[in-house]
Every structure is written in structure tokens, then in C-alpha cells.
Nanobody
Framework: QVHLVESGGGLVQAGGSLRLACAAS????????MGWFRQAPGKGRESVAA????????RYADSVKGRFTISRDNAKNTVYLQMNSLKPEDTAVYYC????????????????????WGQGTQVTVSS
């Protein structure tokens, strides 16, 4: 059974940093591209960042470019999201997801292409 478990969320002041981690089990991690999504209260889910199977390709939402960095460690079955210069509008529940349909070097911002999801971790940025 596949499990994705996020950690690292919390309360931080604007301008601060957090590092999210997502530990995967029950799958061959290196065969999945990974993504981070978020959902703020009253809003739809949006793609934040994605990374290819090997980590060679990444993509970011315009709203986080230059502030967030996605990375992965295939030896540890873990994907990370380093979030710097946080803003109140970054407040949301953050989810990681795994995409089995990816090809080598590909990433996706489309949530319907992801097969497995974590339960999310809350990030709250105070002004």
C-alpha cells in the first residue's frame, strides 16, 4: 500500500522559511515524478512545484518562483519543498503527490495526473 506522509509545516512569520518533507513508502519512488500542491481556505487546489523522476527537471508556479525549491532524494524516498521569503498568501494546506504516468524528465502541474496523495501539512504565515 502506498503512503505519502508530509511533515515540516507550521506557523511562521512573513519573510521566514520552512522546509517540507514528504516520505514515500510502498512504491518504487524513482519511477514517480512528484509534485507539491496547496489549497487555501475557500480556494481550489493549485500546483506549487513538481520534479521529475531523477530530479533533473523542475517546474514552479509563477507565484513561488525564486522563493521555493523542490528537490528529492531517491535513496531516502523523500521529496522536499524549501520555502523561503514566505508571505501570508502562502498560507494553505500543502500536499505532496506521486505521478506514475510520468516519462523520463517530465513533470506535471495537473492534479488529475497524480495517482497518490498525502494527507497534507498546514503552513500558516502570519503578517
Amino acid at each position: 500500500q502506498v503512503h505519502l506522509v508530509e511533515s515540516g509545516g507550521g506557523l511562521v512569520q512573513a519573510g521566514g522559511s520552512l522546509r517540507l518533507a514528504c516520505a514515500a513508502s510502498g512504491l518504487t519512488f524513482s519511477r514517480y515524478s512528484m509534485g507539491w500542491f496547496r489549497q487555501a481556505p475557500g480556494k481550489g487546489r493549485e500546483s506549487v512545484a513538481a520534479i521529475s523522476r531523477s530530479g533533473s527537471t523542475t517546474r514552479y508556479a509563477d507565484s513561488v518562483k525564486g522563493r521555493f525549491t523542490i528537490s528529492r532524494d531517491n535513496a531516502k524516498n523523500t521529496v522536499y519543498l524549501q520555502m523561503n521569503s514566505l508571505k501570508p498568501e502562502d498560507t494553505a494546506v500543502y500536499y505532496c503527490a506521486a505521478n506514475a504516468q510520468s516519462t523520463t524528465g517530465s513533470t506535471s502541474s495537473r492534479d488529475y495526473e497524480y495517482d497518490f496523495w498525502g494527507q497534507g501539512t498546514q503552513v500558516t504565515v502570519s503578517s
